[in-house]
Structures are given as C-alpha cells and as structure tokens.
C-alpha cells in the first residue's frame, strides 16, 4: 500500500522555524510531484508548496519567501523548511503525491493527487 508519512511538526514560537519531511514507502517518491497542503481550524485545505519531479517549484503567495520545499530522492523524502512562522501558519500540515503529467493550473486540487498523508499538527504560539 502506498503511503505518505509526515513528521517534523510541533509547536513553535512566532518567527521561529520547523522542517516538515515527507517520506514515502512502498513506493519511489523520484517519480511523482509532491505538495504541501494545510489546513487550519474552521478552513478550507490549502496548497502551499509543490515540488514536480523535475524539481521545480511552486509556492503560494501566504508563504513565498518563507518557506522552501525540496527533495531528497536518495531518501525518498520531501521536506518543506519553514522559516519566519506566523500564527495565521497554524495548521495541520498534508503531503500528497501524484504521477503523472503535471498541470500548474490544478496543482492546488485535492483531487489532482494520488496519495495522502495522515497529516501533522504545526502550532505556532507565544
């Protein structure tokens, strides 16, 4: 069974900074685009960041300049570093994995991925 794992998450004060990972099992994570997606209390799941497998990238515009999504394929592993926290970025944090061509106006759909992690709580407070 394909499966996503998250980890990294926490709490962290506002303007600090966390690594999310995301590895993959049972399958090689070279070949498909990653996102993040995120979804906080009482709102919609949101994209934030997407890596394809040809590595380039794309981030939404809440957090362009912040955060840096990148890959390991020799761990099969994709990280998203997350810098300059803010309490709006409170959220429980999703990777999703998706073969195929990739299509830079749906990368923001739930439904354009493949695979789904169980998510990871991210809090950021004073």
């Known amino acids: 069974q394909l499966q996503l794992v998250e980890s990294g998450g926490g709490l962290v004060q506002p303007g600090g900074s966390l690594r999310l990972s995301c590895a993959a099992s049972?399958?090689?994570?070279?070949?498909?685009?990653i996102a993040w997606f995120r979804q906080a209390p009482g709102k919609e799941r949101e994209g934030v960041s997407v890596?394809?497998?040809?590595?380039?990238?794309i981030y939404a515009d809440s957090v362009k300049g912040r955060f840096t999504i990148s890959r390991d394929n020799a761990k099969n592993t994709v990280y998203l570093q997350m810098n300059s926290l803010n309490l709006e970025d409170t959220a429980v944090y999703y990777c999703a994995a998706r073969h195929g061509p990739f299509l830079v106006s749906y990368w923001k759909m739930d439904d354009f991925y493949d695979v789904w992690g169980q998510g990871i709580q991210v809090t950021v407070s004073s």
């Open positions: 049972e399958f090689n994570l070279e070949d498909y685009d």
């Open positions: 890596v394809t497998s040809g590595r380039n990238t």
